[in-house]
């Protein structure tokens, strides 16, 4: 009974909240406030579309903390290539077989290979199995797939259990 009145009770808080920071601190704006933090959740929920969750937190900041590494290292290495002769790059287009299924570890895939840089997330086929890549530099393309679903696609697998 209490879901169905109140399917987000989080969202309600904040909202109430956020509406009190932003507004006189009065008893008007306290009830009102308190009316739309009810009826927005209640009326948006929904149009809410379930998602996987982080079954994995701490993996979830470790992975989080790699990628800010990767992001680092990419730099350096893309300067440095750039700064060589471009007759050594090798650009190229990669197809990486997805093993992922859900939309959002497949958003998150898919962001942290363009926010390295050198990679950028082309497309996802229609059928969500392949995810297209194009790479600065390809020396192997076995190598760069096998490299991105062990460094990427697999912990994404376990942080949400998927």
Not at 113 to 126: A, H, M, N, Q, R
């Amino acid at each position: 009974m209490i879901k169905r009145l109140l399917p987000m009770p989080l969202h309600s808080v904040l909202l109430w909240m956020l509406w009190l920071i932003l507004n006189d601190f009065s008893a008007g704006h306290l009830v009102l406030g308190a009316f739309l933090a009810l009826l927005i959740p209640w009326l948006a929920h929904p149009l809410s579309d379930p998602h996987v969750r982080v079954k994995r937190p701490l993996k979830a900041l470790q992975y989080a903390l790699m990628v800010l590494w990767d992001i680092v290292v990419s730099n350096f290495e893309v300067a440095y290539r750039v700064l060589m002769p471009n007759s050594r790059l090798r650009p190229g287009m990669v197809v990486l077989p997805l093993t992922l299924q859900e939309e959002l570890p497949l958003a998150i895939l898919a962001s942290t290979i363009s926010l390295t840089p050198g990679t950028v997330s082309v497309d996802f086929s229609l059928d969500r199995q392949w995810l297209y890549i194009h790479a600065l530099h390809v020396d192997s393309e076995d190598a760069l797939i096998a490299h991105i679903q062990q460094r990427y696609e697999r912990p994404l697998q376990e942080i949400f259990a998927c």
